[in-house]
T-cell receptor, first 113, second 114 residues
Framework: AQSVTQPDIHITVSEGASLELRCNYS??????LFWYVQSPGQGLQLLLK??????LVQGIKGFEAEFKRSQSSFNLRKPSVHWSDAAEYFC???????????FGAGTTVTVRA | SQTIHQWPATLVQPVGSPLSLECTVE??????LYWYRQAAGRGLQLLFY??????ISSEVPQNLSASRPQDRQFILSSKKLLLSDSGFYLC?????????????FGQGTRLTVV
């Protein structure tokens, strides 16, 4: 069965500081990995995705993520956060033969001035 | 371009009342359709998905049902709501997860059962 673990429920960072959100997955085949962001009361917006190739993927809003197969991880990073990055972030896993995306429980990011 | 419409945005319903949430997709054909529920602190739980008209797969036993009467229409229903049905419901669509694509989400429906 596929699953995603986001170990950090809540992270607080200062504006301008770096941010890293952890994601570990379990999947029986080649995984497709995603990071989504959700602003309060809104739907989910895709930040970036990994299907194959370069294990460091760039996304929107200055985010990047690195796929590490040996660690079953897909951590999200941003070098310098902005107040507008305060939101909830979800990691998800799917696959070639799979119609479903499985999501982690999410990490809420608070940005302090 | 493709768009997804989900309504209503908010809904307050008494316990025991029926429920119908509707989701429609425009600009694509034969999409995979999904209903997720988001409860506080519990992330997104996949409730139902559909790969075609009349084809519904249920992920978890519950008080809800789903139907797909048309190719781009997905409906979430309940005959009698429970307090535990409160949450944020998200509809999503994808063409094919394995084809370098992703799931696209509606804006969600906040359901409060009182």
């Amino acid at each position: 069965a596929q699953s995603v673990t986001q170990p950090d429920i809540h992270i607080t960072v200062s504006e301008g500081a770096s941010l890293e959100l952890r994601c570990n997955y379990s999947y029986g085949a080649t995984p497709y990995l995603f990071w989504y962001v959700q602003s309060p009361g809104q739907g989910l917006q895709l930040l970036l995705k990994y299907f194959s190739g370069d294990t460091l993927v760039q996304g929107i809003k200055g985010f990047e993520a690195e796929f590490k197969r040996s660690q079953s991880s897909f951590n999200l990073r941003k070098p310098s956060v902005h107040w507008s990055d305060a939101a909830e972030y979800f990691c998800a896993v799917g696959g070639l033969q799979d119609y479903k995306l499985s999501f982690g429980a999410g990490t809420t990011v608070t940005v302090r001035a | 371009s493709q768009t997804i419409h989900q309504w209503p945005a908010t809904l307050v319903q008494p316990v025991g009342s029926p429920l119908s949430l509707e989701c429609t997709v425009e600009g694509t054909s034969n999409p995979n359709l999904y209903w997720y529920r988001q409860a506080a602190g519990r992330g997104l739980q996949l409730l139902f998905y559909s790969v075609g008209i009349g084809q519904i797969s249920s992920e978890v036993p519950q008080n809800l049902s789903a139907s797909r009467p048309q190719d781009r229409q997905f409906i979430l229903s309940s005959k009698k709501l429970l307090l535990s049905d409160s949450g944020f419901y998200l509809c999503a669509w994808s063409v094919l997860l394995g084809g370098n694509t992703e799931a696209f989400f509606g804006q969600g429906t906040r359901l409060t059962v009182v």
